[in-house]
C-alpha cells in the first residue's frame, strides 16, 4: 500500500489531500480549482501516475477548499466521487484492493465530515474535523456545532484506544502541527481540540448579550490569539454562532 500526503498552497496556508495508490487509486479531497494544473499533475507524476489514473475522488466533506478540483478530475477521468451527500455511511469501506478505507462519520465542523481510516496502516484522514487551535486562514478552529464535535472527539479517542488510529494526518496547518499528529501525539491532539471548544465556549458566554458577532469574532481571535492577520477576519464569526446556538438550546 503506498500513500502520498499532498499540500497545495493556498494563500498563506495549504490545502492537504491525499492519495493511495494500487490497483485503483483514490485521492482524498480535491482542495480549491487552481490545484488542477501543474500541482496535481506534478504530484501525480512523482507516482507514475496522470489524472486519468484516479478512479475515485472521497471528500472529507463539501467545504470549497475540499471539493475545488472534483469536476476538472471527473471530466477527465471518469472517477466516481464518494462524500457522506454521495452515498458514503459511517463504518462504509471503500475497498481498493491494495488499501481499505473504512469511512467514519465525524460531524462537528460540518455536519457532512467524514474521516477516513486505513484499515492496514492506521494511517487516518480527519480532514477539517480536528482544528486544534484553527488556521491563519480564520485565527481560530471552525466548526457548526460544538456538542457534535466533542463526541466526535471521543469517538476518534475510541479508535485510538482499539490501537486502530497510528497516525492522523490534518487538511491545513492547524496551529502548531504542521498537519501530522503521530500516534502518540494523538491523545494529547484530541485534549488540544476538547480543551479549546470548551474554553470558547466559556469565553462566549462571558460576552454582553448584545454584543455584535463580528464584535465578538474578533474578540475570541484576541483571546485566543494564534496570529497577526488572517486570510478571512470574518471566518470566526461561524464559530462564535456555534456557541450561541447551543447556549440558546440549553
Ligand atoms: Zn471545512
Redesign the pocket.
Known sequence: MKYAYLKYPWGSEWCGMMLFCGKRNILLDSAVEEAFFPFLYDELKKHDLTVSDIDIIANT?S?G??IGMNEKIVRFSGAEVLSFQHGLQDSSVIDGGDWRLEAIHTPG??ADSISFLELESGVFFS??TFEGRGTRYAGVA?YNDPAALLQTIEKVRCFYLDGRIKKMYLSHAYHETGGIIDGADVPSYLDLCRDTVLAYDRFIRSLPEDIDISEAGTLLRKEFFICEEVMNPRAAESTVRAHLRLKAAL
Open positions: 466533506h467545504h477548499d475540499h465542523h460540518s480532514g477539517d471552525l
